[in-house]
């Protein structure tokens, strides 16, 4: 399917990332800067609190997370990606969200086409995603662990965000680390605890 075939869809609800970066440039550099090690391994989980494919397919209350690796700028491409798509889902429901997140259903994730090199293919897995005030805990059995806790600023209580921004993933983020991070499957094993996070609200259309 091309974007240009998709039907109208949407998702909004809320991500949280975590990476290898010190801290990540990607986001405010739209991709122009080169990761802090030099490459980017990252992960992602989303929240759909809201979703639709076409008039007649539901995807709100679902869950989906993203294995990425970059080997340089996000902006020069040569990604590789493997998807996570929640055990609750129907075939109808997994079939636009693997389109959607490989970049053929158009909207703001429509670039991946054009940057995805490596895709790994799709798990069906269980996976959890929970707020606990402004931290967030989410995981897959025996894949993923993660526990994102915000950065906190001056005022000593609110969290650091990054507003305004031309981001195609969200206009403003929550500046965080995780304090745990581990993902293995596919062949990798990272440890990504201690490295930068990120929490966002995401409201995306398509195509």
């Known amino acids: 399917m091309t974007a240009e075939a998709a039907p109208a869809w949407r998702l909004r609800g809320e991500f949280v990332m975590s990476c290898n970066c010190d801290w990540c440039p990607c986001a405010v550099s739209l991709g122009r800067a080169r990761p802090t090690e030099g490459h980017c391994f990252s992960w992602f989980v989303f929240r759909f ?8 397919q ?9 294995l990425l690796e970059v080997p340089g700028k ?5 990604y590789t990606v493997g998807l996570y798509l929640d055990e609750r889902s129907t075939e109808a429901q997994r079939r636009p969200l693997e389109q959607i997140f490989t970049g053929q259903a158009g909207g703001p994730p ?7 090199a490596h895709y790994l293919g799709a798990r069906v897995v269980p996976i959890t995603y929970e ?13 993923l662990e993660g526990k994102i806790e915000p950065e906190i600023g001056r005022d000593k209580t609110s969290p650091v965000r990054v507003s305004n921004m031309p981001y195609w993933m969200a206009p403003e983020i929550t500046l965080a680390r995780g304090t745990q991070s581990r ?3 596919w062949g990798r094993n990272w440890d990504l ?7 966002a609200d995401f409201d995306w259309r398509g195509p």
């Open 58 to 66: 539901d995807l709100g209350g679902l869950n989906l997370a993203v």
């Open 193 to 199: 605890s201690g490295r930068f996070a990120d929490i």
């Open 74 to 78: 996000m902006a020069e491409g040569n």
């Open 110 to 116: 429509g670039w991946w086409r054009l940057v995805i």
């Open 131 to 143: 707020a606990d005030g402004p931290r967030r805990r989410v995981g897959i059995p025996k894949i």
């Open 49 to 56: 609190d809201e979703g639709r494919w076409d008039d007649d």
């Open 183 to 185: 993902l293995r499957d």
